[in-house]
């Protein structure tokens, strides 16, 4: 038990590490896109270093608690999360209702310590973040069911052995729509450009982050950087067919975040009631088809 | 002849701990400076090219950030007029230490063109510290970016110092503030 602990603590670590790194190589990437020479692949990692050497200021101690709770809560959901079919720290316990009820104690943190701040911007951001999130859920859950209705599974690594048992047949390919709808669900959940309506640093002074600086700020970004290693580490597992090896796994990462990142960057954002009427409208409507094509007609795609 | 394998390490002070730790501190500080910018002047048109591909500032890890709780460095561009000033104030009282101020062009320095109107404040030394200048009317973008190595500089060896002497000697800085601005009673609803 003490050494599952020990390898969950290792998952999460190794989850911050990587994604703090994929994301100064993006960053580099990004700069290349608009012809600049970008700044160095460990930027990310100097940025946090920094705002934890930083002195910081409070505001209650609801504010300094919810980060905590924040970052705790994530650390806590990226235990459970497995890298490849062997490397898991509690096995059997790797169910996707998991994610979906953990990731939320760490919203919840963030949306409490942000309201603790008494900022109107922090509020404006929490309730866009809330609301873009009801967006998204929808569609993504109608996918997720489909998938796990036509495997008959609902843990991680068995969808991900049973993509690959059958010929490796990515559910991004078996059902064609319901990849679109997934990609879609996860720019919306890592909060990318054309959904990016609670960050929106000119509108609403970078929302619910609006009143953080220094160690606060410090510890809001690790718990970003490893709140996107789950999201995108999910769909992963749902989508590409999970990973032999760890290998597999960091290339299959790294090309998901860099497309969704290359998206983002061409795009301009729209505004919250746009988030909302375009999730219920095309990724809601592809969802149903591709549900009811998958479940009752049985028609899914194999190579 | 004293063997150095058996000698005790000397032990380090309380001080030289600090220092060593604030030292760390300031690699990372230097190489990741996020700048609130007060652009009220004309020459905030120089900063375009200085973020863009021309020049690049992010090569330095540098970036603008969307409020002073998040912001190492105060960019004061241009001119500050007497109304300016006040806001100037909170936001460099809000910002997390350690903290830099950068002026931009000669408007801070001395004035500028504007040193005879009634509207303008022209020395912004008296009023909150800065740490670099850069002078021109307007500076072209290489002293710019010139400018933010220079304050990198000054991180490194120590000289940049401006949020300690903010504290020393708070009550001349209030006392120039309250000089320049008056006394004024808000009435709204922070300050009743």
Known sequence: MLLNILVGFAIAFFGFVLQTSVAGVNRKIIARLQKRYGPKWYQEFLDIFKLLSKRATSHGWIFDFGVIMALGGIIATAMFMPLTNNIVAFAGYDNFFIFVYLIAVGMLGMAMSASGSGNPYASIGVMRALTTMLAYEVPFMIIVLTIINTTGFSSLTEIGLFQQASGNTWFLIALPLGGIVGILSLMGMLGKKPFETYIAPAEIASGPMVEYGGKQLGMLFIMHEITVFIEVSLFVHLFLGGAENIFIFLAKYFAVYTFVNLISNVNGRLKIDQVVKFYYKWPLIMAITQAIIAIYFGWVVSI | ?192
């Open chain 2, 1 to 192: 002849m004293k063997s150095t394998k058996f000698t005790e390490p000397r032990k380090l002070s309380k001080e030289e701990v600090d220092r060593k730790w604030w030292e760390i501190g300031d690699f990372f500080r230097r190489n990741s400076l996020w700048m609130l910018m007060y652009c009220t002047g004309c020459c905030a048109i120089e900063l375009p090219p200085a973020m863009t591909s021309a020049y690049d500032m992010e090569r330095l890890g540098m970036g603008p950030m969307a409020t002073p709780r998040q912001a190492d460095i105060l960019l004061i561009s241009g001119y500050l007029s007497v109304k300016s000033l006040r806001r100037v104030i909170y936001t460099y009282e809000q910002m997390s230490e350690p903290k830099y101020v950068v002026g931009l062009g000669s408007c801070p320095i001395n004035g500028g063109i504007y040193h005879d109107s009634h509207a303008v404040i022209n020395q912004l030394d008296q009023y909150i510290p800065v740490d670099t200048y850069v002078a021109g009317c307007m500076p072209n973008t290489e002293s710019v970016m010139n400018g933010f190595v220079d304050l990198m500089e000054q991180i490194r060896d120590k000289t940049a110092k401006g949020w300690i002497k903010y504290k020393e000697n708070n009550e001349w800085y209030k006392k120039n503030q309250k000089a320049a601005l008056g006394e004024v009673i808000i009435h709204d609803e922070f300050h009743e």
